[in-house]
């Protein structure tokens, strides 16, 4: 009875290994472009969210700055915008945004004020994910 392996045998589970991690280390790729876009679109969504029920919870007006590094919200003092909030943006996840308004700004009873329609695609390799936002403060995302 002989114990352990041989080199014959060990150099034939190493070639498979090798075969099997070039085959999937490229979809590995696609799985972490998607994972990474679908965090920024969370991240965007949750800005969002939280914009709108601050401005209807504080009873002021309240806007998010979108930029890709960084998510701010914003509260109307009294003669001007006051921070309030901010974390990174999308590009600390490695994804690039693409935004048709950059200020998104909620009343204090929730709807959009001004122009609030927004478009914001997130794009990471292959992937993209889109996140749109009504006047009436409803987000959509795609």
């Known amino acids: 009875m002989r114990n352990g392996f041989s080199l014959p045998e060990m150099a034939v589970v190493l070639a498979i290994a090798a075969v099997l991690s070039a085959v999937a280390l490229p979809r590995l790729a696609g799985i972490l472009d998607a994972t990474a876009a679908d965090a920024a679109a969370r991240d965007i969504t949750t800005a969002l969210a939280v914009t709108r029920s601050t401005a209807v919870e504080r009873g002021k007006r309240a806007r998010l700055v979108i930029q890709s590094d960084s998510l701010r919200i914003d509260l109307w003092g009294n003669a001007d915008w006051e921070p309030f909030l901010r ?3 999308p590009q600390d996840r490695g994804v690039s945004l693409l935004v048709s308004n950059p200020q998104v700004m909620f009343s204090p009873t ?4 001004g122009v609030s329609n927004t478009k914001v695609t997130l ?3 292959s992937h993209m994910e889109t996140i749109t936002t009504s006047r009436i403060g409803r987000v959509k995302r795609w």
């Open 110 to 113: 929730g709807i959009g004020w």
């Open 87 to 89: 974390w990174g943006g």
């Open 123 to 125: 794009t990471r390799g």
